[in-house]
């Protein structure tokens, strides 16, 4: 059973900064892709930025050069710094995983965060 929990969301006035983290536990043996989505209120759930395991990173046009995403220190960890933070960055942020929970390569599992909220308002 793989659980994928996120951190470090909180309320930050505009122009501010917030690292999120998120940590995978559980049995996993191979990593495709680490990922934060997020999703505002009234609006489709959108990807923020994506990490694949070979190292290429993707953002959404709205947030790069703002937002870095980044392998944690631990295994099976991702985190996202956000600078230079909106009020439209408000919504919940989901962190996902794209892995195999087994030993056999199935092309990956889909595992996604309960979300954690990060409110950029003064």
């Known amino acids: 059973q793989v659980q994928v929990v996120e951190s470090g969301g909180g309320l930050v006035q505009p122009g501010g900064s917030l690292k999120l983290s998120c940590a995978a536990s559980g049995t996993i043996f191979r990593v495709y892709a680490m990922a934060w989505y997020r999703q505002a209120p009234g609006k489709e759930r959108e990807l923020v930025a994506r990490?694949?395991?070979?190292?290429?990173?993707s953002y959404a046009d709205s947030v790069k050069a703002r937002f870095t995403i980044s392998r944690g220190n631990a295994k099976n960890t991702v985190t996202l710094q956000m600078n230079s933070l909106k009020p439209e960055d408000t919504a919940v942020y989901y962190c996902?995983?794209?892995?195999?929970?087994?030993?056999?390569?199935?092309?990956?599992?889909?595992?996604w965060g309960k979300g954690t909220l990060v409110t950029v308002s003064s």
């Open positions: 990490l694949s395991s070979v190292g290429t990173i």
């Open positions: 996902y995983f794209d892995a195999d929970p087994g030993p056999v390569a199935a092309g990956g599992t889909d595992y």
